[in-house]
Protein backbone atom coordinates (compact mmCIF):
# COMPACT_ATOMS: atom_id res chain seq x y z
CA UNK A 1 0.00 0.00 0.00
CA UNK A 2 1.13 3.50 -0.90
CA UNK A 3 2.01 5.76 2.21
CA UNK A 4 1.73 9.58 2.47
CA UNK A 5 5.33 9.13 2.77
CA UNK A 6 5.75 7.60 -0.58
CA UNK A 7 3.11 9.94 -2.12
CA UNK A 8 5.11 12.95 -0.69
CA UNK A 9 8.13 11.83 -1.90
CA UNK A 10 6.97 12.43 -5.54
CA UNK A 11 5.64 16.10 -4.43
CA UNK A 12 8.95 18.06 -5.24
CA UNK A 13 8.76 17.66 -8.89
CA UNK A 14 5.05 17.70 -9.34
CA UNK A 15 4.99 20.30 -7.38
CA UNK A 16 7.31 22.73 -9.90
CA UNK A 17 4.10 22.64 -12.32
CA UNK A 18 1.17 21.80 -10.84
CA UNK A 19 -0.41 24.85 -9.77
CA UNK A 20 -2.84 23.04 -8.31
CA UNK A 21 -0.43 20.93 -5.98
CA UNK A 22 -1.64 22.52 -2.68
CA UNK A 23 -5.13 22.14 -3.96
CA UNK A 24 -5.25 18.60 -2.51
CA UNK A 25 -6.71 18.21 0.84
CA UNK A 26 -4.09 15.97 1.73
CA UNK A 27 -1.06 18.36 0.94
CA UNK A 28 -2.86 20.97 2.65
CA UNK A 29 -3.60 19.23 5.81
CA UNK A 30 0.02 18.57 7.54
CA UNK A 31 0.86 22.20 5.76
CA UNK A 32 -2.37 23.79 7.67
CA UNK A 33 -0.99 21.65 10.76
CA UNK A 34 2.27 23.48 10.15
CA UNK A 35 1.52 27.10 10.11
CA UNK A 36 -1.51 27.88 11.97
CA UNK A 37 0.50 28.30 15.38
CA UNK A 38 2.56 30.71 13.68
CA UNK A 39 -0.55 32.91 12.56
CA UNK A 40 -2.08 32.38 16.01
CA UNK A 41 1.26 33.60 17.99
CA UNK A 42 1.52 36.21 15.37
CA UNK A 43 -2.00 37.48 16.42
CA UNK A 44 -1.02 37.16 19.93
CA UNK A 45 2.21 39.43 19.56
CA UNK A 46 -0.17 42.09 17.58
CA UNK A 47 -3.07 41.83 19.84
CA UNK A 48 -1.07 42.30 22.78
CA UNK A 49 1.07 45.65 21.19
CA UNK A 50 -2.31 46.54 19.63
CA UNK A 51 -3.84 47.11 22.97
CA UNK A 52 -0.58 48.48 24.52
CA UNK A 53 -1.25 51.57 21.88
CA UNK A 54 -4.63 50.95 22.12
CA UNK A 55 -5.27 52.26 26.06
CA UNK A 56 -1.70 53.24 26.83
CA UNK A 57 -0.29 55.32 24.25
CA UNK A 58 -4.07 56.97 22.51
CA UNK A 59 -4.67 60.08 24.05
CA UNK A 60 -8.33 61.03 24.57
CA UNK A 61 -10.73 61.92 22.14
CA UNK A 62 -11.69 65.62 22.51
CA UNK A 63 -14.85 65.02 21.63
CA UNK A 64 -16.00 61.19 22.41
CA UNK A 65 -13.89 60.98 25.56
CA UNK A 66 -12.61 57.11 26.43
CA UNK A 67 -15.99 55.86 24.74
CA UNK A 68 -14.21 55.95 21.15
CA UNK A 69 -11.51 53.52 22.41
CA UNK A 70 -14.17 50.59 20.90
CA UNK A 71 -12.81 51.69 17.58
CA UNK A 72 -9.89 49.22 17.93
CA UNK A 73 -11.64 46.59 17.56
CA UNK A 74 -14.76 47.71 15.89
CA UNK A 75 -13.51 49.06 12.98
CA UNK A 76 -10.71 45.76 12.45
CA UNK A 77 -13.78 43.60 12.86
CA UNK A 78 -15.97 45.18 10.55
CA UNK A 79 -12.98 45.28 7.91
CA UNK A 80 -12.49 41.27 8.60
CA UNK A 81 -16.69 40.38 8.33
CA UNK A 82 -16.51 41.80 4.87
CA UNK A 83 -12.54 40.68 3.83
CA UNK A 84 -14.05 37.14 4.98
CA UNK A 85 -17.07 37.36 3.20
CA UNK A 86 -14.93 38.04 -0.04
CA UNK A 87 -12.82 35.16 0.51
CA UNK A 88 -15.38 32.12 1.01
CA UNK A 89 -17.05 33.76 -2.06
CA UNK A 90 -13.89 33.37 -3.70
CA UNK A 91 -13.32 29.85 -2.47
CA UNK A 92 -16.91 29.11 -3.23
CA UNK A 93 -15.87 30.61 -7.30
CA UNK A 94 -12.99 28.55 -7.33
CA UNK A 95 -14.49 25.53 -6.37
CA UNK A 96 -17.22 25.99 -9.08
CA UNK A 97 -15.23 26.74 -11.87
CA UNK A 98 -12.28 24.15 -10.89
CA UNK A 99 -14.15 21.58 -9.34
CA UNK A 100 -11.55 21.70 -6.58
CA UNK A 101 -12.14 19.75 -3.33
CA UNK A 102 -10.18 21.85 -0.84
CA UNK A 103 -12.30 25.07 -2.09
CA UNK A 104 -15.25 23.93 -0.48
CA UNK A 105 -13.66 23.07 2.48
CA UNK A 106 -12.19 26.31 2.67
CA UNK A 107 -15.23 28.56 2.18
CA UNK A 108 -16.61 26.34 4.93
CA UNK A 109 -13.32 27.27 7.19
CA UNK A 110 -13.71 31.12 6.66
CA UNK A 111 -17.78 31.33 7.11
CA UNK A 112 -17.93 30.85 10.97
CA UNK A 113 -14.96 33.52 12.24
CA UNK A 114 -16.65 35.60 9.17
CA UNK A 115 -20.17 35.36 11.18
CA UNK A 116 -17.86 35.88 14.21
CA UNK A 117 -16.26 39.18 13.34
CA UNK A 118 -19.44 40.47 12.15
CA UNK A 119 -21.21 39.68 15.24
CA UNK A 120 -18.20 41.82 16.80
CA UNK A 121 -18.53 44.53 14.44
CA UNK A 122 -22.79 44.64 15.47
CA UNK A 123 -22.16 44.16 18.99
CA UNK A 124 -19.13 46.87 19.60
CA UNK A 125 -21.51 49.60 16.94
CA UNK A 126 -24.51 48.88 19.57
CA UNK A 127 -22.16 49.29 23.04
CA UNK A 128 -20.50 52.73 20.83
CA UNK A 129 -24.21 53.88 19.33
CA UNK A 130 -25.57 53.96 22.71
CA UNK A 131 -23.33 56.45 24.30
CA UNK A 132 -22.37 58.84 21.11
CA UNK A 133 -26.21 58.62 19.61
CA UNK A 134 -28.16 57.56 22.26
CA UNK A 135 -29.43 54.60 20.38
CA UNK A 136 -28.20 50.68 20.93
CA UNK A 137 -29.29 49.94 17.20
CA UNK A 138 -31.06 52.48 14.53
CA UNK A 139 -32.50 51.26 10.69
CA UNK A 140 -29.24 53.10 8.90
CA UNK A 141 -27.61 51.89 5.64
CA UNK A 142 -24.85 50.53 6.93
CA UNK A 143 -26.05 49.11 10.62
CA UNK A 144 -28.57 47.07 7.87
CA UNK A 145 -26.28 45.89 5.81
CA UNK A 146 -23.92 45.04 8.36
CA UNK A 147 -26.46 42.75 9.67
CA UNK A 148 -27.96 41.11 6.29
CA UNK A 149 -24.14 40.40 6.17
CA UNK A 150 -24.74 38.63 9.31
CA UNK A 151 -27.32 36.55 7.68
CA UNK A 152 -25.81 35.67 4.69
CA UNK A 153 -23.84 34.04 6.72
CA UNK A 154 -26.11 32.68 8.82
CA UNK A 155 -27.92 31.39 5.36
CA UNK A 156 -24.46 29.94 3.61
CA UNK A 157 -24.03 27.68 7.03
CA UNK A 158 -27.33 26.82 7.10
CA UNK A 159 -27.65 25.92 3.27
CA UNK A 160 -24.22 24.06 3.58
CA UNK A 161 -25.91 22.13 6.75
CA UNK A 162 -29.12 20.99 5.41
CA UNK A 163 -27.86 19.39 1.80
CA UNK A 164 -26.13 16.09 3.25
CA UNK A 165 -23.22 15.20 -0.05
CA UNK A 166 -20.75 17.79 1.23
CA UNK A 167 -19.76 18.62 -2.59
CA UNK A 168 -23.35 19.30 -3.50
CA UNK A 169 -23.51 21.14 -0.35
CA UNK A 170 -20.63 23.21 -1.61
CA UNK A 171 -22.32 23.92 -4.78
CA UNK A 172 -25.63 25.31 -3.37
CA UNK A 173 -24.16 27.34 -0.64
CA UNK A 174 -21.47 28.63 -3.08
CA UNK A 175 -23.68 30.03 -5.45
CA UNK A 176 -25.67 31.78 -2.53
CA UNK A 177 -22.50 33.20 -1.47
CA UNK A 178 -21.30 34.78 -4.48
CA UNK A 179 -24.73 35.92 -4.87
CA UNK A 180 -24.69 37.70 -1.88
CA UNK A 181 -20.84 39.33 -2.34
CA UNK A 182 -22.65 42.45 -3.77
CA UNK A 183 -23.78 42.78 -0.50
CA UNK A 184 -19.87 43.91 0.35
CA UNK A 185 -19.77 46.95 -1.81
CA UNK A 186 -23.07 48.49 -0.15
CA UNK A 187 -22.10 47.66 2.88
CA UNK A 188 -18.56 49.61 2.31
CA UNK A 189 -20.30 52.42 0.52
CA UNK A 190 -23.54 52.67 2.00
CA UNK A 191 -21.85 56.16 4.30
CA UNK A 192 -21.04 57.30 0.88
CA UNK A 193 -24.89 56.70 -1.16
CA UNK A 194 -26.76 57.42 1.66
CA UNK A 195 -27.34 59.98 4.40
CA UNK A 196 -26.87 58.05 7.24
CA UNK A 197 -26.01 58.50 11.15
CA UNK A 198 -23.05 56.42 11.13
CA UNK A 199 -19.91 58.44 10.55
CA UNK A 200 -18.01 57.83 7.16
CA UNK A 201 -14.73 55.83 6.55
CA UNK A 202 -11.75 57.05 9.43
CA UNK A 203 -9.29 55.72 7.14
CA UNK A 204 -9.04 56.19 3.21
CA UNK A 205 -6.58 55.13 0.76
CA UNK A 206 -6.98 58.13 -0.71
CA UNK A 207 -6.90 60.38 2.05
CA UNK A 208 -4.96 61.53 5.12
CA UNK A 209 -6.04 59.83 8.12
CA UNK A 210 -8.25 62.23 10.08
CA UNK A 211 -6.99 61.48 12.95
CA UNK A 212 -4.37 61.19 15.57
CA UNK A 213 -0.85 58.66 14.37
CA UNK A 214 -0.99 56.62 17.43
CA UNK A 215 -5.27 55.91 17.31
CA UNK A 216 -4.18 54.95 13.81
CA UNK A 217 -1.45 52.81 14.70
CA UNK A 218 -3.51 50.80 17.75
CA UNK A 219 -6.22 50.03 14.78
CA UNK A 220 -4.02 48.83 12.50
CA UNK A 221 -1.97 46.68 14.54
CA UNK A 222 -5.40 45.08 16.20
CA UNK A 223 -6.72 44.85 12.22
CA UNK A 224 -3.74 42.77 11.39
CA UNK A 225 -4.07 41.00 14.73
CA UNK A 226 -7.70 40.09 13.59
CA UNK A 227 -6.37 38.87 10.22
CA UNK A 228 -3.69 36.66 11.80
CA UNK A 229 -6.26 35.38 13.95
CA UNK A 230 -8.50 34.70 10.95
CA UNK A 231 -6.11 32.79 8.95
CA UNK A 232 -5.38 30.45 12.21
CA UNK A 233 -8.75 29.63 12.66
CA UNK A 234 -9.61 29.16 9.27
CA UNK A 235 -6.74 26.61 8.91
CA UNK A 236 -7.63 24.87 12.08
CA UNK A 237 -11.07 24.26 11.09
CA UNK A 238 -10.19 22.95 7.54
CA UNK A 239 -7.81 20.27 9.47
CA UNK A 240 -11.09 19.24 10.99
CA UNK A 241 -13.24 19.91 7.94
CA UNK A 242 -10.78 17.63 5.85
CA UNK A 243 -10.73 14.70 7.77
CA UNK A 244 -14.37 14.57 8.67
CA UNK A 245 -14.82 14.56 4.78
CA UNK A 246 -12.15 12.56 3.72
CA UNK A 247 -12.27 9.95 6.90
CA UNK A 248 -12.67 6.85 4.11
CA UNK A 249 -9.45 7.94 2.21
CA UNK A 250 -5.89 5.85 2.62
CA UNK A 251 -3.97 8.83 3.25
CA UNK A 252 -6.23 9.62 6.67
CA UNK A 253 -5.72 5.70 7.51
CA UNK A 254 -1.74 6.38 7.58
CA UNK A 255 -2.45 10.06 9.56
CA UNK A 256 -4.43 7.75 11.64
CA UNK A 257 -2.13 5.64 12.46
CA UNK A 258 0.86 7.38 12.74
CA UNK A 259 -0.56 9.91 15.59
CA UNK A 260 -2.06 7.16 17.88
CA UNK B 1 -1.56 58.55 27.99
CA UNK B 2 -1.22 58.27 31.80
CA UNK B 3 -4.38 56.92 33.31
CA UNK B 4 -3.00 58.05 36.83
CA UNK B 5 -4.26 55.24 38.55
CA UNK B 6 -5.99 51.86 37.67
CA UNK B 7 -9.37 53.17 39.31
CA UNK B 8 -9.30 55.63 36.81
CA UNK B 9 -8.43 53.13 34.22
CA UNK B 10 -11.10 50.72 34.65
CA UNK B 11 -13.48 53.67 35.08
CA UNK B 12 -12.67 54.36 31.42
CA UNK B 13 -13.86 58.21 32.06
CA UNK B 14 -16.94 57.36 32.65
CA UNK B 15 -17.69 54.47 29.72
CA UNK B 16 -17.01 51.68 31.52
CA UNK B 17 -19.52 49.26 30.40
CA UNK B 18 -19.16 49.92 26.93
CA UNK B 19 -15.71 49.70 26.03
CA UNK B 20 -15.41 46.63 28.85
CA UNK B 21 -18.49 45.60 27.45
CA UNK B 22 -17.25 46.09 23.47
CA UNK B 23 -13.74 44.41 24.96
CA UNK B 24 -14.99 41.39 27.20
CA UNK B 25 -17.59 39.97 24.42
CA UNK B 26 -14.88 40.22 21.41
CA UNK B 27 -12.52 38.25 24.17
CA UNK B 28 -15.19 35.48 24.90
CA UNK B 29 -16.11 35.24 21.86
CA UNK B 30 -12.65 34.20 20.29
CA UNK B 31 -11.96 31.67 23.35
CA UNK B 32 -15.01 30.03 22.99
CA UNK B 33 -14.17 29.46 19.10
CA UNK B 34 -10.48 28.48 19.54
CA UNK B 35 -12.02 25.56 22.21
CA UNK B 36 -15.00 24.84 20.14
CA UNK B 37 -12.06 24.05 17.22
CA UNK B 38 -10.17 21.73 19.34
CA UNK B 39 -13.62 19.82 20.44
CA UNK B 40 -14.59 19.46 16.62
CA UNK B 41 -10.74 18.32 15.97
CA UNK B 42 -10.60 16.21 18.90
CA UNK B 43 -14.09 15.32 18.18
CA UNK B 44 -13.07 13.77 14.83
CA UNK B 45 -9.59 12.42 15.98
CA UNK B 46 -11.06 10.10 18.34
CA UNK B 47 -13.84 8.88 15.96
CA UNK B 48 -10.82 8.35 13.49
CA UNK B 49 -9.34 6.10 15.99
CA UNK B 50 -12.19 4.13 17.21
CA UNK B 51 -13.06 3.31 13.49
CA UNK B 52 -8.88 2.21 12.95
CA UNK B 53 -9.20 0.48 16.49
CA UNK B 54 -12.67 -1.96 15.04
CA UNK B 55 -10.74 -2.73 11.51
CA UNK B 56 -7.62 -3.93 13.33
CA UNK B 57 -9.75 -6.04 15.59
CA UNK B 58 -11.84 -7.53 12.73
CA UNK B 59 -8.98 -8.18 10.47
CA UNK B 60 -6.77 -10.28 13.33
CA UNK B 61 -9.58 -11.53 15.73
Redesign the interface.
Known amino acids: MKTTADVRSGAAERRRYNLFWFSSPQTFFPLAGRLAPWFAAAAAVLAAAGLYVS ?6 DAQQ ?3 Y ?2 IF ?2 VP ?1 AWMSMFLYVVMAFWSAVGLVFNTRLSGMMANAVA ?2 GA ?1 FT ?2 AL ?2 GA ?2 G ?2 TWGAWWVWDARLTSELILLFLYFGYMALHAAIEDPRRADKAAGILAMVGVVNVPIIYFSVKWWNTLHQGASVSLTKAPTMAATMLAGMLLMALSFWM ?1 SIA ?1 AL ?2 A ?2 IV ?2 RE ?1 NSDW ?2 D ?3 T ?2 | ?1 N ?1 GSWDN ?1 FA ?4 A ?3 W ?3 A ?2 AA ?2 IA ?2 AL ?1 RV ?2 RT ?2 S ?3 R ?2 GAHEQRRHG
Open positions: FLLAPTGESRIIHAPTLFIWTLWKPYAWRRALERVAYVRTR | MWFMGGYFYVGSYVTLIEVLRKIDSLRIA
